[in-house]
């Protein structure tokens, strides 16, 4: 049973992954790009991390999946923002390259 | 397993053809940061979680952040620095050929290639008991051959020397627009994660005695927390370099070679550890090294002589 | 060491051959420098698969010799660095007294 649910979150897990990397690579700019990837793979990131919890032998372990996926959404959230804030003030003076 | 291998394989040969050939330097930078986490990924498949974290620290994460440090100053020098006449299509002929010859050569030499069993790891897990410590790349690297890891570290700090010697008058510190103080989110970023960072740093350092981890990278993870300080802000460039600083950089290579100097008439040997005192002995060693390593390359990221805390 | 092909062997035996050809045919001394690294990590490879391949545990020498060329690469790594930081601007400098 939890083999099952483990697959299914993993699964769900990947395809945002998929989702966000199409989306890098499809989208036309750096702003949607940011978007598609930190939005979609935040998403495939926790739904993997749940996937490996439920697999977890121990609470400390569940404990510590947690904290890293809390950790890495707060660290490419903020990357985002500054990433985008980079864009924003630069755009008027530097062309943006393919 | 195979498959998943065999596609791992395939992009880190992949990504090393485009980081060689994509025109864009920038690109090529990004894409050499990219291979060395593949890499790691590899390593760690390949029984070596150790050279993973460490590659992972030193060789993408650390690296990664000088090349593109160096690549900021490239790129405000203008377009034509460094680029000399492009070579001939003869040129171009010649070292492809010679280098597909050289892989091939490699590969077919490293299929046939008999391991034998009667080596010197074999010898080192063996006598794992008298190192004082359980991670035998630890024991290794601290005990068995010190020297090694003695010279390495005298390495770096001539690397560092020789980079200082190398710094113009002029220094180059990152422009303020490009250090994103005014961003709100960044104080918050670099409150919450330089603690956890440097914990993490010190984890490592403590746990590379019993499972992977150790000096190299728990000083890679701490120059990491160094760099984050620098660019958020909270640390900063200074062109003198304070004593105590100084005494930091030279920590590891002289408690290394001060303890094995002092038990040396009482074992006969440089670098020879009494057998009760071998674990804190390693310890010792290992954070002063920790700590010497993540200052230096701290240093070498931020392109100064020293380092001030700047005002919040 | 065995007849079917490995993937990490022919991985490393690519990193070396991609290595060796960037360093010939780029011309940006940070290209170059790249180009080194990537010969060097197709070493590394090698000297983790010959510890992977031996009987028993992966044997801890060749680790701890990869451990330290690694750190060995980023010292003279950063140090090629240094060096073209150094030419940039004393050509930076150069091309200033010229303009006067």
């Known amino acids: 049973m939890t083999h099952w649910m483990a697959a299914l979150l993993i699964t769900a897990g990947l395809v945002f992954f998929l989702a966000g990397t199409v989306g890098l690579l499809r989208f036309p700019d750096a702003f949607t790009r940011l978007h598609a990837l930190t939005k979609a793979d935040n998403t495939g990131l926790g739904l993997l991390a749940a996937g490996v919890a439920v697999l977890a032998l121990t609470w400390q372990l569940v404990l510590l999946i947690a904290l890293t996926w809390l950790l890495a959404a707060m660290a490419s959230s903020i990357a985002c923002h500054l990433v985008a804030r980079h864009g924003l003030h630069h755009d008027n003076h530097e062309e943006t390259r393919e | 397993m195979m498959v998943f291998d065999s596609l791992l394989a395939l992009i880190i040969a992949a990504l090393a053809w485009r980081c060689v050939t994509v025109r864009d330097l920038f690109q090529a930078i990004v894409t050499f940061i990219v291979l060395g986490l593949m890499l790691a990924l590899s390593w760690t498949r390949l029984d070596a979680p150790d050279l993973a974290l460490a590659e992972a620290g030193i060789g993408a994460g650390l690296l990664g952040v000088l090349l593109l440090s160096t690549w900021r100053v490239v790129r405000d020098a203008g377009p034509d620095q460094g680029e000399g006449p492009p070579p001939s299509p003869w040129v171009r002929t010649a070292a492809a050929v010679g280098s597909i010859a050289l892989g091939t050569a490699f590969a077919v030499v490293l299929h046939t290639v008999e391991v034998d069993s009667d080596r010197a790891g074999g010898l080192a897990l063996e006598s794992l008991g008298e190192a004082g410590v359980e991670q035998p790349v630890t024991a290794v690297l601290l005990n068995f051959r010190s020297y090694d890891t003695l010279l390495e570290l005298g390495v770096l700090l001539m690397a560092l020397i020789g980079a200082v010697l190398l710094r113009s008058p002029l220094i180059h510190r990152p422009a303020a627009e490009d250090t994103g103080t005014e961003s709100p989110l960044l104080p918050v970023l670099v409150t919450v994660f330089t603690p956890l960072v440097l914990l993490m740093g010190t984890f490592l350092v403590w746990a590379g005695a019993h499972s992977p981890g150790g000096a190299f990278q728990g000083g890679a993870v701490l120059a990491g927390a160094g760099v984050m300080l620098v660019l958020g802000g909270r640390l900063g460039g200074d062109a003198q370099v304070s004593l105590l600083l100084r005494a930091l950089l030279i920590l590891g290579v002289s408690v290394f070679t001060v303890i094995g100097l002092l038990l040396m008439p009482l074992e006969g040997a440089f670098m020879a550890y009494p057998e009760g005192l071998v674990y804190p002995l390693m310890v010792t060693i290992e954070f002063s090294l920790a700590l010497s390593i993540g200052l230096t390359l701290l240093l070498l990221f931020t392109g100064t002589n020293g380092l001030r805390g700047a005002p919040a | ?100």
């Not at chain 3, 065995?2 to 060796?20: D, H, Q, T, Y």
């Not at chain 3, 420098?33 to 983790?48: D, E, K, P, S, W």
């Not at chain 3, 801890?60 to 660095?81: D, K, Q």
């Open chain 3, 1 to 100: 060491m065995s007849i079917m092909p490995e993937p990490f062997a022919l991985a490393a035996a690519a990193l070396i051959a991609v290595g060796f050809y960037g360093f010939i045919t780029q011309q940006h001394p940070l290209r170059r420098l790249l180009a080194i690294n990537i010969f060097g990590n197709g070493v590394f490879m090698t000297l983790i698969l010959v510890a992977y391949w031996l009987p028993g545990d992966a044997d801890p020498v060749p680790h701890a010799m990869v451990l330290t060329g690694i750190v060995i690469a980023v010292s003279a790594t950063a140090f090629g660095l240094a060096l073209i930081r150094r030419r940039i601007l004393d050509a930076n400098r150069k091309q200033d007294h010229g303009d006067d």
